[in-house]
């Protein structure tokens, strides 16, 4: 199944959900995110969606996704980091995701709902930080709405300005996984000594 039959599947409940699940529970790192949220904007521009309501669903369940992530690593603490390795749970992922949040601090919750993997692991490490919960929310609120309101607008802006859009949503969405995962692959470098 593409993305575009996905989304348009799913609807704004399905929407929900698997939004809600890549923010909120580590082993969905898998899901599409900004992708995703891109082509819903661009079916949008095309009368498949309410770009208004479309908006506030994403917005909203990022949010309560990236909450309940907290609320897990508030909960489970250490527990989390003596996980053995397993096909929806990398080490590696976690440990990125560690020094992403040890750089950025409490901005990362910010910028890590832009970058995959990170966006789904970022909200427990909160949690397991201790950071506290008013603080984190003023971030999370702030993130959701930037994230949602930006990537599907820019969807919903292209898809308006670009005779059948659906034909360029595929090569489109490629690019903005491509862009995601730039901030990963600088990380990556930056640490990698030089020989």
Excluded: C
Excluded at 157 to 166: A, K, R, S, V
């Amino acid at each position: 199944m593409s993305i575009l039959d996905l989304v348009q599947s799913a609807g704004y409940i399905g929407l929900f959900i698997i939004v809600f699940a890549e923010s909120s529970i580590f082993f969905n790192f898998f899901l599409p995110g900004s992708s995703l949220l891109f082509a819903a904007g661009a079916l949008a521009s095309q009368g498949f969606f309410n770009i208004f309501i479309l908006i506030l669903v994403l917005g909203v369940s990022a949010i309560l996704g990236d909450s309940f992530g907290y609320w897990i690593g508030a909960r489970m603490g250490p527990a989390i980091f003596k996980r053995e390795e397993s096909r929806f749970f990398s080490k590696k992922h976690l440990k990125l995701t560690e020094d992403f949040y040890e750089r950025h601090g409490s901005k990362a919750v910010i910028i890590g709902r832009f970058v995959p993997v990170v966006r789904s692991f970022i909200p427990m490490l909160a949690g397991v930080g201790s950071m506290k919960y008013r603080t984190f929310l003023t971030y999370n609120v702030f993130g959701g709405i930037l994230w949602s309101v930006g990537v599907t607008s820019i969807g919903f802006i292209l898809g308006n300005q670009i005779q059948d859009i659906e034909s360029f949503i595929l090569p489109m969405v490629a690019v903005v996984i491509v862009i995601s995962f730039l901030p990963i692959v600088f990380e990556v470098l930056r640490k990698k000594p030089l020989s």
